[in-house]
């Protein structure tokens, strides 16, 4: 019954988007009949393509949560089946009216046939993620153009020959070519709020089976071209072998074959490359239509990749680029050239034919310039650091240019290299340590190999990787051991500064607002105190010893209370001998001076013997009212900041309870130079968060309001410990695509 249901309403949703989709094209723009039979016919084979896909879905996220290491992660793949089912038809429109916009920009939008009418937003991702579903769905539109090349290039002629626009329609803006699918796919997952662990899932289930399908798509859309009489007989000129490609297309694609993204190392190596290579081809686009200058893309003069090698080893030894003249401050000064200006002013005085430098090679020294251009602006690197990775800049160029997998392969010695000097950078201060420090000469050592020495062996970064690693771990272990120490330290006196504030509540919560006699004060104060200070630190606090010197001490305070009645006297009198032998025993323990122990122990007998002659009066003319026992620590300090510091935004607070150990800091004072610190640990006991240097050795100590008030005001600014070339490249895609959207 729920199954008749279902089908029914899907009956009922398909007719509801044919009908939207004749209405949408004929109300917006005409388009020729046949474009609409196509449009209609598309529409209907995506729907019954992402049925497969969500049926599929179900079964693919129950297994997930079913293996799932933690009850966290099975939560998070059960909601998200319970969302997909929820959300799944708000997706389908999404996606169709993707489809059908691209259609009705075809015949309009110049800018749609040349790929840029239907541009996707930047995804509401952090950086990262949306790296990885561009990287996802760059491979998945490499797929569709090597395994349905025949058929889809068949199908963007024949629109083309429909179609009278000004600009020629290509493959990569064919309305259901595999980069509007995939663009249209991420817009109706924008629908869903999903884990991106999920929805590279998805994208993964999208590519076998949606994509993996398309042939029934193509061939279905081309015979109704095709019946209509259009281009009824193509030949494939341009792809040369087309049958040996679409013979072995589908096998490879099909969903019985279907290879999960990144098990093709060869593919995964592309992928990167070609998605940053397409976004920079955007941006100079648009760079050149509002200049008006054309930069010609012609390869005939173009210099060859080994001349370009030792054209930059060249300026790497003369060190003439505008990267690498950094001043201290470490900015770039204004009107400097870039570097693939500087290499082409070289070429054209160079005696030959050669007159430009390739486009390819064009895009990997203007992709590595613009990594380094992220890098030396990076804050999380001190001045003088910067200056020395900035000499790595041509170098890196000639990595990009021998290996396009630099920008792709996060394994990639030279990539890990960049990475690891950056890391152990980040915890050098320029004003706490000399340019003799070990670091900075190791850093400076390795920068300078790599400048005189590094021709085109990639694998030359692997020996020095290899090298600065094994320094980096002696330093780290030196390091650790000795912010092991710190903290060891610090959590002790945390412990000590606890218990004297727990002795101290113990005492104040039974003497004060009392009257006590001079000779119980001191009893107390200068010796039972560390009775039990003794106790708490090496017994603990439910220990037995800990309860009987509790039971002492107000043994003794009542004592010296006065006494009415005979009972009470006869009590004390029966009492005296035991609580003098406990309290001599205590003292004792905690090696108390003899003397002043006899002294007390007179007065103490003294007084009791006079309670119990004396009347009321005569007690009280000896009494104080107690006001505090202890007066070096009476109550916790941190309960005395919380109380004494009004400190409302919670943003800041929560920055601070988000540090863990190993988080670095930046110290900023006006008063004194800038500092860098990494946290070592809270003490529990205190509060308080201990920062140390690079060395190990502690710099500072904070409390978790002081921190907070400190990041409000400036005073303390947190480093992200990232891996620097990735933050680089995220930060590079981001921008490409915000320049595309403009």
């Known amino acids: 019954m729920l199954g008749e249901q279902r089908d029914t309403g899907r009956a009922a949703y398909s007719k509801q988007t044919e009908f939207g989709c004749f209405m949408s094209l004929r109300s917006s723009i005409y388009l020729p009949e046949p474009v609409q039979a196509v449009c209609l016919f598309c529409l209907k084979q995506l729907l019954v393509l992402l049925n497969s896909l969500f049926e599929n879905a179900d079964d693919a996220l129950f297994e997930l949560a079913d293996t799932a290491d933690s009850n966290i992660e099975q939560t998070l793949y059960f909601d998200s089946m319970r969302e997909l089912r929820i959300k799944r038809e708000d997706m389908e429109i999404v996606v169709q009216d993707h489809i059908r916009s691209a259609f009705s920009h075809m015949a309009t939008d110049s800018d749609a046939m040349a790929g840029g009418a239907v541009i996707v937003g930047e995804p509401p991702l952090p950086q990262h993620e949306a790296v990885e579903a561009d990287v996802a769905i760059c491979s998945m539109v490499s797929k569709v153009k090597s395994c349905y090349s025949e058929p889809l290039d068949h199908l963007t002629r024949r629109l083309n020959d429909l179609l009278s626009a000004q600009q020629e329609l290509t493959i990569h803006a064919n309305p259901v070519g595999g980069h509007q699918l995939c663009e249209a796919f991420r817009e109706g997952c924008k629908e869903l709020d999903l884990d991106i662990r999920v929805k590279l899932v998805l994208y993964k289930l999208f590519d076998k089976h949606v994509l993996g399908d398309l042939d029934s798509l193509y061939s279905g859309a081309n015979k109704i071209l095709v019946k209509a009489g259009i281009l009824p007989e193509i030949r494939s000129e341009s792809l040369g072998a087309s049958n040996v490609q679409r013979q072995t297309g589908p096998k490879t694609f099909s969903r019985h074959s279907y290879q999960p993204e990144g098990d093709s190392q060869e593919n995964s190596r592309d992928e990167m490359f070609e998605m940053l290579r397409e976004l920079l081809a955007v941006k100079q686009r648009n760079a050149s239509a509002h200049s008006g200058v054309f930069v010609p893309e012609q390869d005939d003069f173009a210099l060859a990749r080994e001349d370009l090698l030792t054209l930059l080893s060249q300026l790497q030894e003369d060190g003439k680029t505008g990267v690498q003249q950094v001043k201290s401050s470490v900015s770039v000064a204004a009107g400097q050239p870039e570097l693939v200006d500087i290499v082409t002013q070289r070429v054209l005085k160079l005696e030959g034919k050669a007159s430009t430098v390739a486009s390819l090679d064009r895009d990997i020294i203007n992709l590595a310039s613009m990594l380094f251009e992220f890098i030396l602006e990076d804050e999380q690197l001190s001045a003088p650091m910067k200056v020395l990775l900035a000499r790595l800049h041509i170098p890196m160029v000639k990595v990009a240019l021998l290996d396009n997998a630099f920008f792709s392969q996060k394994k990639h010695p030279a990539r890990r290299l960049l990475n690891e000097l950056a890391r152990a950078a980040m915890g050098w201060s320029e004003v706490t340590e000399s340019k003799k420090d070990p670091l900075f000469r190791k850093i400076t050592e390795i920068t300078e190999q790599i400048t005189n020495e590094f021709e085109n062996n990639p694998q030359f970064f692997q020996l020095l990787l290899d090298n600065f690693m094994a320094f980096s771990e002696a330093e780290h272990r030196r390091a650790a051991l000795i912010e092991k ?175 863990r150990a190993g988080a670095w800091v930046e110290f900023i004072n006006k008063d004194a130079p800038i500092s860098r610190a990494k946290l070592a640990g809270v003490i529990k006991s205190t509060g308080k968060y201990i920062f140390v240097n690079r060395l190990g050795l502690k710099v500072a100590e904070e409390s978790r309001f002081s921190l907070a008030v400190a990041l409000r005001e400036g005073g303390v600014k947190r480093l992200e410990d990232g891996l620097l070339f990735d933050s680089a490249l995220e930060s590079v895609i981001v921008q490409l695509r915000r320049d595309k959207e403009d």
Not at 516 to 540: I, S, T
Not at 565 to 571: G, L, N, W
Request: glycine content about 4%; proline content about 2%.
């Open 485 to 659: 120490r710190t903290r060891e330290a610090e959590e002790g006196l945390g412990k000590i500064q606890r218990a004297r504030v727990q002795v101290s509540e113990v005492i104040n919560s039974r003497a004060v607002g009392r009257e006590l006699p001079e000779v119980a004060l001191q009893l107390m104060q200068d010796g039972w105190r560390n009775y039990l200070f003794y106790l708490l630190v090496r017994e603990g606090k439910g220990s037995n010893a800990w309860v009987e010197a509790i039971k002492t001490l107000d043994d003794l305070i009542w004592s010296v209370q006065p006494k009415s009645s005979a009972q009470e006297q006869k009590k004390l009198l029966q009492m005296m001998p035991a609580l003098l032998a406990q309290l001599r025993e205590g003292l004792g323990a905690v090696s108390f001076d003899t003397l002043r122990m006899r002294e007390i122990f007179k007065s103490l007998e003294l007084f009791h013997k006079q309670s119990l002659r004396s009347s009321y009066e005569l007690n009280i003319s000896v009494t104080t009212k107690v006001a505090a026992v202890d007066r070096d620590v009476v109550v916790n300090p941190l309960q005395v900041e919380r109380e004494d510091i009004v400190f409302d935004d919670n943003h800041y607070l929560e920055l601070v309870d988000q540090m």
